[in-house]
């Protein structure tokens, strides 16, 4: 009789391939990129099309090049291609969205093997190093109803809510309701709360993320910042700030989460929610730099593949003693 050898168990059949799930991220981030859109004008939408092309021809591109088998439909690059776009300022030019997909695609996701063996979060790999080599471009803010499709030499940069916070200019805060609906400066993708809540509960619905991390992550600044408050705001008035502003929301939810990056277990899901939760407060509240949603994920990624290993299940019958283990 003859051998035949398979993978390890479990076997588990399922029609969930990995286009049907990127095809669900892109329609949880249509929300977001339509009120984008609608504060930022069109141009918002000419900057996304630009980072999805070029996410999609650097990847054609590179497996074409190491005569690799082509997965580009597989939707990977579109998805870090709309994130990375939601990640910058709708003033930065178009060739920042191409050498942001350059480092996103290649550097960060090929040079470690391709899809689903990459470190970190591409598209969050990305902004870092863009804010790091262009860090006025990438903090060039425009309120909004302000640009239209190109950007004019000699637009007025406006600070954001946490920008303000951090400097202590509490008078000068926009409204709650403002900062909750968009109507303020910030990147593309993380101004609209409504917009980030619609993409959350349909992911949560498809079953494509659970919503261990984006809680723990949220409630953890939310925490934090109640009971570290600024001065001259109350506690509450500061969690809900520090909730709706910045990239919270869109990077607890589409980032935090991404499969590759974050750990396998529950307890690991939680431990990177903390996490990142901590480390956002830290940065935000004691670094030189407003934001630190993009430097915790990125350092919580990195620590991923170590949180796996101490908080991976005990196999069945597995009982530890001096000197080592042994099996029951």
Known sequence: MSEKIVSSSPHIRSN???AKIMTDVVLALIPALIAATFYFGFRALYLTVISVAFCVLFEYLWQKALKKPLNVGDG???????LLALNVPVTAPWWMLAVGALVAIIIIKQFFGGTGNNFMNPAMGARAFLLASWPVQMTLWSKPFTTGFTVDADIVSSATPLALMKTGEIASLPALSDVFWGNIAGCMGEVCVPALLIGFIYLLIKKVITPTIPLFYVGT???LSFIFKVD???G????LYSICSGGLLLGAIFMATDYTTSPIYFKG????GIGCGAITFLIRRLGGYPEGVTYAILLMNIATPLIDK???PKKFGYVAQKGGAKNA
Do not use: F, H, L, P
């Not at 990977?76 to 709309?82: I, K, M, R, S, Y």
């Not at 509450?236 to 969690?239: H, M, R, T």
């Not at 899901?269 to 990177?272: F, L």
């Open 221 to 223: 600044v939310a925490v």
């Open 269 to 272: 899901q939680i431990i990177m």
């Open 232 to 234: 001259g705001m109350t």
């Open 16 to 18: 969930v391939t990995t």
């Open 236 to 239: 509450i008035d500061c969690a």
């Open 76 to 82: 990977t690059a579109v998805v870090t291609g709309v």
């Open 310 to 312: 101490y908080v991976r």
